[in-house]
């Protein structure tokens, strides 16, 4: 297994809104890869188990990858 790599960016803009409020935009960028992922080494192929003494086998490898962008709008009133 590999070491999980994580990249994270973000921005944010906040403005007044009047004299009563301001209103905020945050983004965040985010990527991943070598990420930690479960597989069931035992699953049924054709209906059969490749091991039908066995249940579900567990094996995790670092193959997985993500990739997330998230943009929050938030509003607050006095």
């Known amino acids: 297994m590999t070491q ?5 960016a973000s921005l944010g803009w906040e403005r007044p809104l009047g004299e009563y409020g301001n209103v905020r935009t945050d983004y965040m960028w985010t990527r991943a890869h070598d990420t930690l ?29 993500r990739a997330s962008d998230r943009i929050n709008v938030g509003l607050m009133l006095r």
């Open 4 to 8: 999980p790599t994580i990249q994270q």
């Open 37 to 65: 992922r479960s597989i069931n080494a035992n699953a049924p192929v054709g209906g059969v188990r490749p091991d039908p003494s066995a249940g579900n086998i567990t094996q995790i490898e670092s193959t997985g990858r």
